[in-house]
């Protein structure tokens, strides 16, 4: 069934491709396939694709929405770092209302008790903003996956050539690899295959995720974001899986390469070295973050203004950490839809726009069958 970049988009395509799909899963233990890509996990379902492939297929929600998988120790360390006289915080909207391990206390609060809090589209914005205002000190929230890793790099990279003293980064930011080999070495994961991130293999390149079906013996497939993207690329997994040949696709050609793009990866190389870092739900992985190299201290802002990541803790009765480990559906959470809200929201899942507890909500039909199959 090799489709054309058009004809996976018409609707009886889809119907077909499903139907494809149920033909090769068959009754008994259902495809486990996991996606890590908070883009995935929001396209799932608003198209709920979960409930249309159940029960033969089970999508599971991982560790792929960048705000989620930032401990509340780091926003513990941030929402202290804001409280500095004459620093001003610039990070994206979302990690804005992400609690730390205070059920409530947020940037978005700080910034009401007055605290200097500047919401920004592309970190060249924070840059920017610190030229225009050489009094105070800017730091910018580094936070995402490869994916937003050349962006942070481009701004670290133009504010050294401008010699700006007054704007630093407090890099969060996280490697995908790494923490997808920490994934597979838990003893409670059950997994079939992988639906791989199309925007960090368009940085990365196809073959970074290579290593799941040579080392781990797992189909693998790079995919695009539509909803026939998502179908195509599950038909794809489930008929390597029924064939036990394990290999990785690309099905996301019209963006991914198999290299990638090497000028984001340059300048990547240019300013970070890998370094471990703390995950939500994870904890410690080694290499699994970015530092900043040696030269580029001057605009480290966790050595120039002494950073500090708290123990941390979740709020207490949130599971985000299980949710992101792909061990507990978002409607499993006893405070799902009760006393956690996107109005009201306890943890980050439900918080982010990207949010696997916040997609359940938005989106997945209110059954036990979808919390059953990761809804
Ligand atoms: Fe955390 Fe809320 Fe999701 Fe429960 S429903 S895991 S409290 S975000």
Known sequence: MPWSEREFRRPRNAAALAEAIRGLTGPGRPLRLME????????????????????????????????????????????????????????????????????????????????????????????????????????????????????????????????????????????????????????????????????????????????????YGLPAVVSGFEAGDILYSVWRLARMHAARRPGLENEYTRLVRPQGNPAARAAVDRVFLPAASVWRGLGEIPASGYALRPEFAPWDAARKFGFAPGPGAEVPGCRCGAVLRGACAPRACPLFGRACTPADPVGPCMVSAEGACAAAYQYGAPTEAAAAHGG
């Open 36 to 215: 890590i890509c908070g883009t995935h996990t929001m396209a799932i379902a608003k198209a709920g694709l979960r409930e249309l492939l159940a029960p033969g297929v089970q999508l599971l929600s991982g560790p792929g929405c960048p705000v989620c998988v930032t401990p509340a120790g780091a926003i513990d360390g941030v929402l202290a770092l804001s409280e500095r006289p004459g620093l001003v915080i610039a990070s994206y909207g979302d990690l804005l209302r992400v609690p730390g391990s205070v059920r409530g206390d947020t940037l978005l609060r700080r910034k009401a008790l007055g605290a200097a809090v500047l919401t920004v589209y592309s970190p060249l914005e924070a840059v920017e903003a610190a030229a225009q205002d050489p009094g105070r000190d800017y730091v910018f929230l580094g936070v995402g996956f490869e994916t937003t890793a050349p962006g942070t790099a481009a701004c670290l990279l133009e504010a050294a050539a401008r010699g700006l003293a007054n704007f630093s980064v407090l890099c969060l930011l996280k490697r995908t690899e790494p923490a997808l080999r920490a994934l597979l070495a838990a003893p409670d994961l059950a997994v079939d295959g992988f639906l791989c991130p199309g925007h960090v293999a368009a940085v990365t390149g196809a073959e970074a995720f290579r290593f799941l079906p040579e080392e």
